[in-house]
């Protein structure tokens, strides 16, 4: 590592043709030596919890914040007032056309903080307590923990998860819709833990039930750029569904960004444009003008760094797959079809429903399936975006754990 903290590896400078950007240069001393949550909690464990890559974010980016920072502009943004919209939101939509052939009139497209404040800003707008909510478990805890503390009913459609994939009952869950009315679907494509991609079949089904049962879409879209046998669908592109759907989207994950705090939504009903204007204008904060910089220079000149580090966890999600097959035969996994997070069923290790503990004594911090809800008990969350050699180090550590042969 360089004495002054520095990633040791000039990404402008590539020494491996095979590994342009130097995600295989990765190294311990210099994760230990960051400030980030991930690995400043407990550096002497080995970190694979929260979702944070352990690669530098693109130098597009970092080059676009020094430069703004060089030119000492850090006064009020021009971004219009009293609404304003900083530039990502053009930038999204062009971006939503070239990579997604998704046609997004610019104009519906608003700013947040991050992509939890506009999910919950949309609850706010377009339900009451008490209104149910549809959503699929196991799920990222901050959706469910969401609807817990905004009073909302959470009406679970549960994944079954077997060798073939991961597969949602959705003819029960139009069963239920009956019985128990709801609001919205709050959807998390591509899924999270579980790393499922809603097929085009998937989300054409699933609009057809918001048109059945009326409900208002949230899509939680922050892994769509993380995609690997195919590329991520909006569902706002499915025919009919744009009208009553929102669409939240960032560059954190799939740049490495989540510390800058910016994320987009696409909102297809009038309504609720109109009603986010009625809310008093400091409500929803403002857009810090370094996060907007970033995110515009991830999504305008992000392309090639994003194909190699989405090709680089391509790599590392099969390889950890094969190992964990090897070396773990009691623990089921098939590698997420999106995301770069691993889901680790360990109801066979015996180990109990807490297969995280056995993680940590072995050295290794990886995420509490509880915290997903009950259907995560006895599973853990391995994050998986990091070097070829670090995941290695994870299933030694996952064996000395939950394998056949642990102490
Ligand atoms: C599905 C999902 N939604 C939202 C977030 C968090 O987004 P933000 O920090 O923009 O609220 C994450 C972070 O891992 C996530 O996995």
């Excluded at 939503?96 to 610019?106: E, G, T």
């Excluded at 909302?152 to 069963?175: K, T």
């Excluded at 909102?267 to 204008?281: E, N, T």
């Amino acid at each position: 590592m360089a004495i002054d903290g520095s990633h040791p590896h000039d990404p402008q400078d590539p020494q491996d043709p095979h590994d342009p950007y130097g995600f295989d240069t990765v190294d311990l001393s210099w994760l230990r030596a960051k400030a980030g949550v991930k690995w400043h909690q407990d550096p002497e464990l080995l970190n694979a919890w929260v979702a944070d890559m352990d690669f530098p974010p693109p130098a597009v980016v970092l080059d676009a914040l020094q430069a703004r920072v060089a030119r000492a502009d850090l006064g009020y943004a021009d971004w219009g007032y009293p609404h304003p919209q900083t530039p990502a939101c053009q930038v999204f939509a062009d971006r939503a056309a070239r990579r997604y052939q998704w046609h997004v009139d610019p104009a519906e497209v608003r700013d947040f903080c991050d992509v939890m404040q506009g999910v919950q800003v949309m609850l706010h707008l377009a339900t009451a307590p008490g209104d149910g909510v549809v959503l699929h478990t196991p799920s990222y805890p901050p959706l469910w923990q969401t609807l817990q503390a905004m009073g909302r009913r959470q009406i679970d459609v549960p994944a079954r998860v077997d060798a073939a994939g991961v597969h949602f009952d959705y003819d029960e869950l139009e069963r239920r819709l009956t019985s128990e009315p709801a609001k919205v679907l709050l959807l998390c494509h591509p899924h999270n833990p579980t790393g499922h991609r809603f097929a085009v079949e998937e989300l054409v089904r699933l609009v057809a039930i918001a048109e059945r049962f009326d409900l208002l879409i949230v899509s939680d879209e922050i892994h769509a750029d993380l995609t690997y046998d195919a590329m991520h669908v909006p569902i706002a592109s499915i025919a009919g569904a744009a009208a009553r759907t929102v669409s939240m989207h960032s560059p954190s994950k799939a740049f490495n960004l989540a510390g800058m705090r910016h994320a987009v939504a696409h909102i297809g009903p009038a309504r609720l444009r109109d009603a986010l204007l009625d809310l008093p204008d400091h409500f929803v904060g403002a857009i810090n003008l370094l996060a907007a910089e970033a995110t515009v220079a991830a999504w305008e000149h992000g392309d090639d760094w994003l194909d190699s580090v989405v090709a680089h966890l391509d790599r590392v999600r099969l390889r950890f797959a094969d190992l964990v097959a090897t070396r773990l035969p009691e623990v089921k996994h098939r590698p997420p079809a999106a995301t770069y997070v691993a889901w680790l069923d360990c109801r066979d290790t015996g180990l109990g429903d807490e297969p995280f503990l056995a993680c940590r004594a072995a050295g290794l911090k990886v995420s509490d399936g509880n915290d997903f809800g009950p259907s995560g008990a006895g599973h853990v969350r391995v994050n998986l975006a990091t070097s070829t050699a670090i995941m290695e180090l994870i299933v030694d550590r996952l064996a000395s754990a939950l394998g056949p042969d642990r102490a």
